[in-house]
């Protein structure tokens, strides 16, 4: 059963950052493809970045050119590092991890981010 993990969610200042981590457990991290999600509260869960196995990555119109997801395959781990931080990005931040060519998607408990105006 993979596990996945997030961490690094706090409180910061407007335009302050923050670099989320997502660990997921397996011997199969390098091709996985791990996705990070969002949802306020009354809108609809928004795919903030994703990035595969092969390195390619993609954004979300509202956080390009702030946020940059990465990832260290000899740790397991996916970053998210967050710059330029708004008070509309406060909420719940989910990774989500899949390891074609299964079908199932694993989903980590969540990181609170907060900014404070």
């Known amino acids: 059963q993979v596990q996945v993990v997030e961490s690094g969610g706090g409180l910061v200042q407007t335009g302050g950052s923050l670099r989320l981590s997502c660990t997921a457990s397996?011997?199969?991290?390098?091709?996985?493809?791990i996705q990070w999600y969002r949802q306020v509260p009354g809108k609809q869960r928004e795919l903030v970045a994703v990035i595969t196995g092969a390195g390619s990555t993609n954004y979300a119109d509202s956080v390009k050119g702030r946020f940059t997801i990465s990832r260290d395959n000899a740790k397991n781990t996916v970053y998210l590092q967050m710059n330029s931080l708004k008070p509309e990005d406060t909420t719940e931040y989910y990774c989500k991890a899949n390891f074609p060519p299964r079908v199932m998607w694993y989903w980590g408990q969540g990181t609170l981010v907060t900014v404070s105006s």
């Open positions: 397996g011997d199969r991290f390098s091709i996985a493809i």
